[in-house]
Each structure stands twice: as structure tokens, then as C-alpha cells.
């Protein structure tokens, strides 16, 4: 039985056998979660398919290799006949929550595997030097060499061998073990010791990009300090905390539950959230999220989430889920991978059989270049360089406020062609505006003003709300007495003693008013997209008010930025044509279709998918067939929505729509190092089959090429880990954003 604390091995080897996405339970089935700190690829995992497939009462198995996690379902399985299983290969299964566990395997004291790497050095320069002592001295300090560090991975080849799994540590063993036969002993122990090296740079390497995400948890507090029944304020364990008890939280700290202010008016840093660096001033009322920072004022919170379930939580758990799916260009390397590994062992067997044939007496020789091919037959570099890659990115990604549900979107991205927005609330601020309004009698402004507030104030219609704030700070308001409302039209009422109505423009035609030169003025404000409010008496229109929903700081850019990356954008919206029109021609958009309904917005992204691959920016419901149909769907303000956060293919955690852009550039780099890292990993291989056949490769420089191949493309994919998402450079979007 191997020793639980060896040196885990990095992701080399066989592709799984069967996908690695979630398994659904089966119905009927029980479920037993072992956390295993040895399994973290698709090595391990190949193995314990294989090994519990031959328990009775197993019918699925779920691998979550990111947390190291194995979900069997079984029916009337014993738990204890199942972690034997798991044990025969080396392996120590614990309860999922078994604090005592570690997250990771103890690896070897690095003193051991200096004194190993010395050894072998010296193995390598007395043969060199063809001292005459070299025979009898040469083989002793290769044997040291490989004792100290070798033997865990000489037990996982011989566990791998006898379930029939091909993997690096069987690979491996049987290289060194036939380059000690045929008395190559320098070199076997080299071997040995670049591969145990390799392994654990390439190790550590692999457990920082695994954790960059959940280093996000260092974000939430694990302790708070909550009100009592008789008032006074205790430190106890987030976890403790119910929903709807309050919590206090002082300058400098971390909020450790979502909630909603009750008191105080902090400034936050909300980047773990939102990407956003920039502080926000927050008030009573407001949202407040786990893992943002109290950076001034202290502040009562009503919880509205328990710790397990707060949106830091959910951003953690769909990332890990993400990276738990393969990507597409992961599941052509598995297949890849499946054919080339086969094929490089029956020619390496061929060539020890076959060389002795063509060059008699060089069966010594024919076995050497058999067993260089071995090592070249290990798919180390090319398996690792996909998941590394996406992983890499997908936290960067989340770590910017950019919530990717996969590696298939991330992939897809760099292709996109056309990106249909939402209007309202995705470009605009969802917020109309008085941009303008014209007294017919400019003596009687600030008097039309007061009484047009006064009757807006009535009205629990969006536009005459802020109609009613825009004018109430000019002229304050008065009381309204025999108030009438007309739905759909507009409100009346006695103000300051005269009947007069508010409302658009049919309540205008109803009461038979309007010239045609205020008609013409008025159609002129409307092909400019204005919403329109009148105020008027039974004999005349006294003024006239335009408001309309301005764009969001930062959209123009936004937009500017993606047609400097080559995709053409398009707006869908429900709201008026003209208006419509005005805020693409403003945005610079290339197409705006208006009065569409939920029906029409799919229609039209159907139509758009033949022009090329289609994504669909929203944050409305009415958006939601249309984002489940586009290729990639976009929600946008997603931080504390339940729906968005599970349904979206991308969520954008804050309202800026410069993460678009941020999203495309991430994808292409994403895509750019793929093909970097397959062709440095299959470019490596080809070179050393020519080699292996010329009699130029040794063993020692093809596990050099190999392990080495492998830690580049880990240092390359994790190249897109150190590259955080830049946030929109729009001076007032941290202010828009919190106002």
C-alpha cells in the first residue's frame, strides 16, 4: 500500500475514461462523499473508476477533482467495503467534512530530495568520466539516489499495472526499472529524480491555480459580532448566524454575512464581489454582500443570507463548477490522448522487437530507444495544459467581478461576431430623467413647476416619480385636493385653487387641446425618444416636460471597445422605437430594434445566429429566452440575483458594461495560450520521437523534455492567474454604480 503522505502526482497520464462533468444521483441511490487528498487528475480518477467499478452496488461516480471531493452513488453499498477499495490504491478516502484533513498530501522533506539529486549527479559525472571505479561505485550511489525518493512512485506504477492503467507512475517504473536491467544505471536514477522533481514544482504549481478561487473565502470573515435579546453585541461564528439577525460591522473589517443596512452610512470596497476597486458609499436600505470591506463608518446589517449562502459563496461554488466541466479543446485532447499514448507503446514495443532484426546484435540498443519512448509516450505536458489554462482564467475572470459558467463559453467567446444588448438597465441607467421641460408663459415657471410636482408626487408611475424629484428640489410642491388618476393617461386635481390635469399626450388629445404648432414640437421631442408629460388646464397646455433614460457612464466606451475588437452590436428592447434609435445613435450602435416583445427578442437572436456566434446582454426577465437561446448569454448586475447568478452563462457582477470587452480580450488570451501550450507540448513530443529513433535522446534528456514540457505550459496558463480583468476606466461609474 502506498504511503497516504507521498508526493501526489501531477496531472499526467490517461484521460478519465468517462467525462468529467456532474453526475445527477440516481434515483433510489445514496450518496457517500469521501475526501481524498490524493486524487487531483485524471490519473487518480481513472483508477478508482476502474477499481470501484468491481464493488457491488456502485451506479455512479461524480468527481470533483478541484476540491478533491468523490461522490459515490450506490444502493445498499457498505460504506467500509467502499473505502477499502479506495485504500488498495494508495489512497486515504475521509469524510467530506473531516477537518483533519489536509488539503493537500505532506510531500517529501526537500533535504531528502537535495541528498537524492546529489547522489544521482554523481552517478551521472564518475560514468562520465570513465574513472576505472565507475563500474563498481556508479550503480550504488544511482541505487541511494533512487531509495530516497523513488520507491513511492515505483508502488503507484505497480498499483496502476495491475488494473491495467497505463498511466505516468507505471510509465515511469518501467522505464527506470529496464534502464537499471540493461545496466544504465546513472541514467535510471536520473530519471527518477527529474521525474520526482518535476512532480512536485509542477504540484505546487497546480495546487496555487486550484486554490485561486477559494482563496476568494478568505474573504468572509469566519466570526461576527451580532446583536442579543437584551441588546448587547457578542462575537460568535458566522456559521451561527440566522437570517435576519443583526450584525455590526467597524471601519477596517470585513462583512461576514449578505444583509441590508439598517444603520450608518459606510464606504465599501466591494472588489471581491464586483471586480470594482473603487470604493462605493453605501446607506440604510442597501444591499451589502460577505467579503467587502468596511473602509469608513461603522454599520449595523440586517442578514438576509446565512453564511453558506451568501452571493461570495455562490460566485465560489459556480466557479468551481465551471472548473470541475471540461472545455471543449480539454475533450479533443482526452480523445487525442486516448489514441496517442497506445499507439507510441506499440511502437516502442515494435522497436525493441524490430531493431535487433535490422541490426543484428543491438537488442540492448533496441530496448534503450524502446524505453526513451516510453517516457515520450506520457501525454504529461498536452493532458495538463487545457484544465491549467482554463482554470487560470476562470478565476482571474471571477476575481474581476466576471462570473464564466464554463470553459465552453470562455472558449467560445474569442468567435463571437454579434452581441445583442438589452436597453433599459443595460445600457441606460433604467432610470428616466428630466432632460428638459418649456413653461408656454415663462413668467409662470417656478409657479408651473411647484404645481406639476405636486401632481407627479400623486402618481406611483415611474416617469411622473421622477418628474416629481427633478422638480420638487426647484420649486417644492403644494396639496392636491380632488385628486383623480386616469390610468394610462395621467392624473388631476386642485391646485393652488385651479383644476389641472398632468399626463401624455392622448390625455392632451382627450381634452381636444394642442395646436399644431405645439403638436409639430411635440412630435420633434418624440422621433428624439423623449417621454413626454403636459400640464395643462381645460382651456390650454401650460408646459411641457422631457425625460429620458440616459446612458450609463461608461456605455459609449464600452461599445467603442468591442467594435475595436470586431464585433457588431445591436440593441432589443421593448421600450418605443424613436427612443430606441436615439440611445444606439448615442451609444454608437450599429442596429436598434424597438416595441419588441420577449418573443420577438428570441426571434431576433435566432435570426442573428446565422450571421455568426451570438451573445445577449439583459438583466430583465423579459430577457430571458432570448439569453438562453444566444450562444452566450450575458446578465448583467448580477450580485445578489439568485436567478442570474444559476441561469447566465456569463454574469457581469456589477452594472459596468465595459466588462464585455474585458470578457472577449480574456477569451481570445485564453485561446491564444491553448494553442501556445499544445503546440509546445506536441512540438516537444515530435522532436523526440525523431530523436529517440536517431539514437540522440537519452532517457534522463527525454524525462527532462517531458516533465519540463509540462512545468511550461503550467507557467503559461497560469500567466492568464496573474492578468487581473481591468475594470471600466469610465471617471463616473463607481459613482453611478452606488447613487
Not at 658 to 664: I, M, R
Request: charged fraction near 20%; charge should be negative; include cysteine.
Amino acid at each position: 500500500m502506498t504511503d497516504a503522505h507521498a508526493p501526489h502526482t501531477g496531472c499526467c497520464g490517461q484521460a478519465a475514461e468517462t467525462p468529467r462533468e456532474a453526475v445527477e444521483a440516481p434515483p433510489g441511490t445514496t450518496t457517500l462523499r469521501r475526501r481524498i487528498a490524493e486524487m487531483d487528475c485524471p490519473t487518480e480518477e481513472a483508477l478508482l473508476r476502474k477499481a470501484l467499478a468491481e464493488a457491488p452496488g456502485v451506479e455512479a461516480l461524480d468527481f470533483d477533482l478541484m476540491n478533491r471531493v468523490l461522490s459515490i452513488h450506490h444502493r445498499g453499498a457498505d460504506p467500509a467495503d467502499l473505502d477499502r477499495h479506495i485504500r488498495a490504491l494508495g489512497m486515504t478516502p475521509r469524510p467530506e467534512h473531516d477537518a483533519a484533513e489536509p488539503s493537500t498530501p505532506r510531500a517529501e522533506p526537500w533535504g531528502r530530495m537535495a541528498l537524492a539529486i546529489g547522489l544521482a549527479l554523481a552517478a551521472e559525472l564518475i560514468g562520465w568520466t570513465g574513472w576505472a571505479g565507475s563500474a563498481w561505485l556508479s550503480p550504488p550511489l544511482a541505487l541511494a539516489a533512487i531509495a530516497l525518493i523513488g520507491l513511492p512512485t515505483w508502488r503507484k506504477g505497480w498499483v496502476a499495472l495491475r488494473h491495467r492503467s497505463l498511466n505516468i507512475n507505471a510509465l515511469m517504473s518501467v522505464a527506470v526499472t529496464g534502464a537499471l536491467l540493461i545496466g544504465h544505471w546513472a541514467e535510471a536514477a536520473m530519471v527518477m529524480v527529474l521525474f520526482t522533481l518535476a512532480e512536485r514544482l509542477e504540484a505546487r504549481s497546480l495546487d496555487r491555480a486550484r486554490g485561486a478561487i477559494r482563496s476568494l473565502l478568505d474573504s468572509a470573515p469566519d466570526q461576527a459580532r451580532r446583536q442579543t435579546p437584551n441588546g448587547n453585541w457578542e462575537s460568535v461564528a458566522a456559521a451561527e448566524i440566522a437570517v435576519g439577525e443583526l450584525v455590526r460591522v467597524l471601519p477596517g473589517e470585513r462583512l461576514p454575512l449578505d444583509g441590508e443596512i439598517v444603520r450608518g452610512e459606510p464606504t465599501l470596497d466591494e472588489s471581491p464581489i464586483t471586480g470594482e476597486s473603487l470604493p462605493r458609499d453605501k446607506g440604510p436600505g442597501e444591499a451589502v454582500y460577505a467579503g467587502t470591506i468596511n473602509r469608513h463608518g461603522d454599520f449595523d446589517v440586517r442578514t438576509t443570507r446565512p453564511a453558506d449562502d451568501t452571493t461570495l459563496a455562490r460566485i465560489i461554488h459556480a466557479v468551481e463548477a465551471a472548473q470541475s466541466s471540461r472545455a471543449p479543446t480539454q475533450r479533443f485532447i482526452d480523445r487525442f490522448s486516448a489514441i496517442y499514448t497506445p499507439a507510441v507503446l506499440g511502437l516502442a514495443v515494435a522497436t525493441a522487437l524490430a531493431w535487433p532484426l535490422l541490426f543484428p546484435g543491438a537488442w540492448l540498443d533496441g530496448i534503450y530507444r524502446a524505453l526513451v519512448l516510453l517516457v515520450i509516450a506520457c501525454p504529461c505536458a498536452l493532458v495538463i495544459s487545457t484544465p491549467v489554462t482554463i482554470v487560470s482564467a476562470l478565476s482571474a475572470a471571477a476575481r474581476g467581478g466576471i462570473l464564466i459558467k464554463g470553459g465552453r463559453f470562455l472558449e467560445q467567446g474569442h468567435r463571437l461576431a454579434w452581441l445583442a444588448l438589452d436597453k433599459t438597465g443595460t445600457l441606460t441607467r433604467g432610470e428616466p430623467r428630466l432632460a428638459d421641460w418649456h413653461p408656454v408663459d415663462t413668467a409662470e415657471r417656478v409657479p408651473l413647476a411647484r404645481q406639476a410636482a405636486s401632481l407627479a408626487g400623486r402618481s406611483t408611475h415611474p416617469v411622473s416619480r421622477a418628474l416629481h424629484q427633478a422638480l420638487v428640489t426647484e420649486a417644492g410642491e403644494t396639496e392636491v385636493e380632488t385628486l383623480r388618476e386616469h390610468p394610462g393617461l395621467g392624473v388631476e386635481g386642485e391646485v393652488d385653487g385651479e383644476a389641472l390635469w398632468l399626463g401624455n399626450r392622448r390625455l392632451m388629445a382627450e381634452r381636444g387641446l394642442g395646436d399644431p404648432a405645439l403638436v409639430a414640437e411635440l412630435d420633434a421631442l418624440a422621433e428624439r425618444g423623449d417621454s413626454l408629460v403636459l400640464l395643462g388646464d381645460g382651456r390650454r397646455v401650460r408646459a411641457w416636460f422631457a425625460l429620458r433614460d440616459t446612458l450609463k457612464p461608461g456605455s459609449q466606451a464600452a461599445i467603442a471597445a468591442l467594435h475595436g475588437l470586431g464585433v457588431k452590436t445591436l440593441v432589443l428592447s421593448g421600450d418605443a422605437a424613436p427612443a430606441v434609435a436615439a440611445i444606439a445613435a448615442e451609444a454608437g450602435i450599429d442596429e436598434a430594434r424597438g416595441e419588441l416583445l420577449p418573443e420577438d427578442k428570441l426571434a431576433a437572436i435566432e435570426a442573428l445566429g446565422a450571421r455568426g456566434v451570438t451573445g445577449m446582454v439583459g438583466d430583465g426577465i423579459n430577457d430571458a429566452p432570448a439569453l438562453a437561446r444566444a450562444d452566450i448569454g450575458f446578465a448583467m448586475g448580477a450580485a445578489g440575483s439568485d436567478a442570474a447568478i444559476e441561469t447566465a452563462d456569463v454574469a457581469l457582477m456589477d452594472d459596468d458594461p465595459g466588462k464585455l470587452a474585458t470578457f472577449l480580450k480574456l477569451s481570445r488570451a485564453t485561446r491564444r495560450v491553448l494553442i501556445q501550450n499544445i503546440v509546445v507540448a506536441l512540438g516537444l513530443k515530435a522532436v523526440f520521437l525523431v530523436l529517440a529513433f536517431t539514437g540522440q535522446a537519452t532517457l534522463w534528456m527525454a524525462v527532462f523534455a517531458d516533465m519540463g514540457a509540462s512545468l511550461l505550459v503550467v507557467a503559461n496558463g497560469m500567466r492568464l492567474l496573474r492578468g487581473r480583468p481591468a475594470r471600466s476606466e469610465a471617471p463616473e461609474a463607481a459613482t453611478a454604480a452606488s447613487g
